[in-house]
């Protein structure tokens, strides 16, 4: 990783890359397999499905247990396999999932999507809860969205429109500012983008993704056929408000 990126990949760890884990390590994504891997690290080396953390029909009714089994088990596991295989040999072996997206372009195709639906997956199961939304969210993200947003619903209300209105497949984004940690805004990002990757996405997208909503139709087709909304309202009422904390520099 040169100079340049790695100052990026800083940037997007928060306030003291040192001090702050990276979300990807706080989400047990695991690491790029490569050369750089002692043979006594060989057997955790790549990037790995994370456990759900819950059983596949803790979401219903608001996910139905089909969806959360496919979805899971299927579609997220593809993308770490296809990842891991498009870094076999590649400069970027042995890296943090970070660094991998901040290094991409928008050519970089196979490691655009599978780098980028690794991370994104691992995110939404993390934030995702069995128990209806609670409000004993950390004190520090309650006081960030107040400033931020004037409030809790107006939030909620910003997350939802932006789910809403993403064209196609995509992703809805809650994302703290880099250099301003008590700063957090919504964005959206088509396909399998998100805020990590500094070299595709605008730079008001760009920012450490603490909750990203999944609006892909393979998220909710099945149990919600075309009704997009009906499924982001009722995914926002599952958020484990106190994960979204955990993730934040
Ligand atoms: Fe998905």
Redesign the pocket.
């Known amino acids: 990783m040169d100079k340049r990126t790695f100052l990026k990949v800083g940037s997007i760890a928060g306030v003291g890359v040192i001090a702050t884990p990276l979300v990807s390590t706080l989400l047990g994504c695991g690491r790029a397999p490569g050369p750089t891997e002692s043979s006594a690290d060989n057997s955790t080396s790549g990037f790995t499905l994370p456990e759900l953390g819950f059983a596949f029909d803790a979401l219903e009714p608001a996910v139905d247990q089909e969806t959360m089994r496919i979805?899971h088990g299927k579609?997220?596991a593809g993308y770490v396999r296809k990842l891991n295989a498009a870094l076999t040999n590649h400069p970027l072996s042995g890296q943090s999932l970070e660094a991998v997206l901040a290094a991409l372009t928008a050519s970089d195709t196979g490691l655009r999507n599978n780098g980028g639906?690794h991370f994104?997956?691992a995110l939404?199961w993390k934030v995702l809860s069995p128990a209806e939304a609670h409000n004993d969210k950390a004190d520090l993200l309650a006081e960030r969205i107040q400033t931020s947003f004037g409030g809790h619903e107006a939030m909620l209300e910003a997350l939802t429109k932006a789910a809403g209105t993403r064209f196609g497949s995509g992703w809805a984004w809650l994302v703290q500012d880099a250099n301003e940690p008590d700063r957090l805004f919504v964005a959206s990002t088509p396909n399998q983008d998100n805020p990590l990757m500094t070299g595709i996405v605008e730079s008001d997208v760009q920012g450490r993704p603490i909750l990203g909503i999944?609006v892909?139709e393979?998220?909710y087709y099945l149990n919600y056929q075309n009704r997009r909304t009906d499924y982001v309202t009722a995914v926002l009422s599952r958020i484990n408000w106190k994960a979204v904390a955990g993730l934040m520099a």
């Open positions: 979805h579609h997220h639906g994104n997956h939404f999944d892909w393979h998220a």
